[in-house]
Nanobody, 128 residues
Framework: QEQLVESGGGSVEDGGSLKLSCVAT?????MGWFRQAPGKERERVAT???????DYATFVRGRFTISQDRARKTIWLQMSRLQAEDTAIYYC?????????????????????????WGVGTQVTVSA
């Protein structure tokens, strides 16, 4: 059974940096980071596919960088120039359904849309 374990959250001041890590067990395909702030819906932050293709939400582009080591089934999220608005619980997620992935490959995509496995989240707090 796939499992995702996040680490690296914490509290920083406005303008500071943090780096989140996520280690997966089991087979995973596209992986990514999502976040949920109090009173708000969960939103997509950044994703990275098996071939290294990345995608970022507009609100983090230029400030956050997602990276991976596929051999170690690990992804990171380097967050810089953090703002109070970035305060949220950050969740690692992954696509783990082999059959669905194979279907996407057969049809040429779309990719990074079938996130079905989630970590428990790590809190990031940015103080103004």
């Amino acid at each position: 059974q796939e499992q995702l374990v996040e680490s690296g959250g914490g509290s920083v001041e406005d303008g500071g940096s943090l780096k989140l890590s996520c280690v997966a067990t089991g087979d995973v395909y596209c992986m990514g980071w999502f976040r949920q702030a109090p009173g708000k819906e969960r939103e997509r932050v950044a994703t990275i596919d098996t071939d290294g293709v990345t995608d970022y939400a507009t609100f983090v582009r230029g400030r956050f960088t997602i990276s991976q080591d596929r051999a170690r089934k690990t992804i990171w999220l380097q967050m810089s120039r953090l703002q109070a608005e970035d305060t949220a619980i950050y969740y690692c997620s992954a696509e783990t359904n082999r059959a669905r992935r194979a279907m996407r490959v057969q049809h040429g995509g779309p990719f990074c849309v079938d996130f079905n496995s989630w970590g428990v989240g790590t809190q990031v707090t940015v103080s103004a």
